[in-house]
């Protein structure tokens, strides 16, 4: 009988059928700060879910968002970078400025483009309609676990102790629902008694005073438990016989890799569980080895080099801003130009507002020279009244996304920091593959830590140590991708990573924005780099969900399972210093895996 190595058989066996054998029981989870995709790896794409919980609340006063504490007040010296950066761009795209555009308004333009009424289009100015908070008739089935609260049936809920605690309404018609999950969160009117929760903020635990650490892993947990049974259908007496491969932002800190898990092991019930980097997976997501990743979401942008499967900790780098920041620019400049209708348009205290800058954005701004215009449909969502609508001329719609290039024009709202407490975590999650020394924590006299500038700007004056070098870059896109890549400092690597950039995220669907990133890349490398060639690659699939496919890629490769854990041994022994039990995570990739995609 002739036995097949792991390396032979990878050769061989047809992808499809690895996939097939592989994937089924695969739960591949890619969580975000707006959204989070997840399904099974054999699917081809994943479910994308706003990532946010709203919960019935009698609170007095409620407060409809758990984040309206935020600090979203622009001053007078950001307000004037904010203009001179428009000027910049201005001069760049060759449309008037900022003074001369309001002093002409009234004069006729070239339009750029009119297609706010194409009949093709009609799904970018459509209206969004509240969300029904009332329960489905009792006798409507439902996946989710029958919950029982006070002799009424709870078909929405996936967590007993919760329902429990939640006050029912006094109405004698109708009983609201205790929990909304997904896009029906972001369309509650303000005026219903909820509170929404986003657990992930600009690629961090959303943790702070107003926002305990373990309200946080509840609703992460709850949030995830309902996907898992409403569009998986995958019952909690069902979850031993699968495992999860968690994709996490590079971002994320041990700590918080640490909670994730114990989220997925001990209260999701998977019977084991991985964990890879965005950027890693993002390659093997569109079969690469080496590339420079450039990963745009709705909050952060994240750039990373991999070399031949391995990703270089050195090279990362984290940029506070993302597709949201675009959209509330949009907003910014309509308003600006007076070309915004008359009506209270808040993204803090009304979701639904941002979830229609959000489309509108995705449809109509893109990165190109010359005035660009556009006829669309915008709405007025106010109280419980039907959307209004309003024929508007948008304005200068190149201009928004060109803030990835000079963020100044983004002004990024101030989050509360978590608790000081949050940050006194000693155990390393993750193992370098070369063994490399970063600088070790020194306690002060006062038990305290020194300050080191990492994470985003809420988190600057905060004492956090990461065990991998993870700082802010207060630069725009093209010196981000510049810097990492030279710093490698080879120039032969040098040379093949500006000729393989990877744009994945949402944002990296932008219009124009491909040959943007290639100009202004290669305007920005000194002129004493022997750099003459910049290059993004086409993305193969939908550049949204390639970290998510990438990660479930790894998964099926990872016949070894060195840097799985079980269950049982998360829940008996977690990581402990000193015990030679560490986190492997995916900054080191398997020989057989690299065998494959090479082959």
């Known amino acids: 009988m002739v036995v097949l190595s792991i390396q032979d058989y990878l050769k061989s066996v047809v992808p499809s059928q690895l996939v097939t054998e592989r994937g089924s029981n695969l739960v591949v989870i890619n969580p975000g700060s707006g959204n989070i995709r997840i399904g099974l790896a054999s699917?081809?794409?994943?479910?994308?879910?706003?990532?946010?919980?709203?919960?019935?609340?009698?609170?007095v006063p409620k407060r409809s968002v758990q984040d309206q504490m935020l600090n979203s007040q622009i001053t007078t010296a950001q307000h004037m970078e904010r203009e001179r950066a428009y000027d910049v761009i201005a001069s760049l795209l060759k449309i008037p400025f900022l003074d001369e555009e309001v002093a002409n308004n009234s004069l006729?333009?070239?339009?750029?483009?009119?297609?706010?009424?194409?009949?093709?289009?009609?799904?970018?100015?459509?209206?969004?309609?509240?969300?029904?908070?009332?329960?489905?008739?009792?006798?409507?089935?439902s996946a989710a676990e029958t919950l029982v609260n006070k002799g009424v049936e709870n078909n929405d809920s996936v967590d007993q102790h919760e329902v429990a605690d939640s006050k029912e309404t006094t109405s004698s018609d109708h009983n609201y629902?205790?929990?909304?999950?997904?896009?029906?969160?972001?369309?509650?009117?303000?005026?219903?008694?909820?509170?929404?929760?986003?657990?992930?903020?600009?690629?961090?635990?959303?943790?702070?005073q107003h926002y305990p650490m373990q309200q946080v892993l509840e609703d992460l947990h709850i949030i995830w438990e309902w996907i898992l049974i409403e569009k998986l259908h995958i019952p909690l007496s069902q979850r031993n016989m699968y495992s999860a491969i968690i994709v996490v932002p590079e971002t994320f800190d041990n700590r918080e890799i640490k909670e994730i898990l114990s989220i997925v092991l001990r209260d999701l019930r998977f019977s084991s569980a991985v964990v890879h980097q965005e950027g890693l997976a993002a390659v093997f997501g569109n079969g690469l080895s080496t590339a420079c990743v450039v990963n745009m979401g709705s909050q952060v942008t994240s750039v990373i080099c991999v070399e031949d499967g391995v990703a270089l900790p050195n090279t990362e780098k984290t940029l506070p801003f993302?597709?949201?920041?675009i959209s509330r620019c949009l907003l910014w400049t309509q308003r600006h130009h007076q070309?915004?209708?008359?009506?209270?348009?808040?993204?803090?205290?009304?979701?639904?507002?941002?979830?229609?800058?959000?489309?509108?954005?995705?449809?109509?701004?893109?990165?190109?020279e010359g005035e660009l215009d556009a006829v669309a449909v915008v709405h007025s969502y106010e109280a419980d009244m039907p959307a209004g609508s309003h024929k508007t001329r948008l304005t200068a719609l190149n201009v928004p996304p060109m803030g990835l290039f000079y963020?100044?024009?983004?002004?990024?709202?101030?989050?509360?920091?978590?608790?000081?407490?949050?940050?006194?975590?000693?155990?390393?999650?993750?193992?370098?593959?070369?063994?490399?020394?970063?600088p070790r924590r020194t306690e002060m006299p006062d038990g305290l830590f020194p300050a080191v500038h990492v994470g985003l700007p809420m988190w600057d004056s905060y004492p956090i140590f990461a065990t991998k070098p993870k700082k802010e870059e207060k630069v725009g896109l093209a010196e981000a991708i510049t810097s990492s890549i030279l710093s490698t400092g080879r120039i032969e690597l040098q040379k093949k990573l500006f000729s393989s950039i990877q744009l994945v995220g949402g944002v990296a669907l932008t219009g124009g924005l491909i040959p943007a990133v290639e100009e202004r890349v290669l305007h920005a490398i000194p002129s004493n780099e022997a750099?003459?060639?910049?290059?993004?690659?086409?993305?193969?699939t939908n550049p949204t969900f390639v970290p998510w496919k990438g990660g479930?890629?790894?998964?099926?490769?990872d016949f070894g399972r060195d840097a799985w854990i079980h269950r049982e041994d998360w829940i008996r022994n977690g990581i402990h210093i000193g015990s030679g039990r560490k986190y492997k995570d995916s900054y080191f990739l398997q020989a057989q895996a690299m065998c494959y995609i090479n082959s």
């Open 108 to 141: 006729p333009r070239k339009m750029g483009r009119v297609d706010g009424f194409n009949p093709q289009n009609s799904r970018k100015d459509s209206a969004f309609n509240w969300t029904n908070v009332y329960e489905k008739n009792l006798n409507s089935s």
């Open 531 to 540: 750099i003459e060639v910049v290059e993004v690659l086409q993305s193969r």
């Open 407 to 438: 963020p100044m024009l983004l002004v990024p709202d101030v989050y509360p920091p978590p608790p000081r407490s949050w940050f006194h975590d000693y155990e390393d999650m993750l193992e370098d593959t070369w063994q490399m020394e970063f």
């Open 552 to 557: 479930g890629i790894l998964g099926i490769l």
């Open 339 to 368: 070309t915004w209708p008359q009506m209270r348009t808040d993204v803090l205290t009304k979701p639904i507002d941002l979830l229609m800058l959000n489309r509108l954005k995705e449809s109509y701004c893109e990165i190109r």
């Open 322 to 325: 993302g597709g949201e920041d």
């Open 43 to 59: 699917q081809d794409s994943p479910f994308n879910i706003p990532h946010c919980i709203a919960r019935y609340t009698n609170q």
């Open 177 to 208: 629902k205790q929990l909304i999950f997904g896009e029906e969160t972001l369309k509650i009117s303000p005026e219903e008694p909820y509170c929404l929760r986003r657990p992930i903020r600009r690629g961090h635990l959303n943790i702070s």
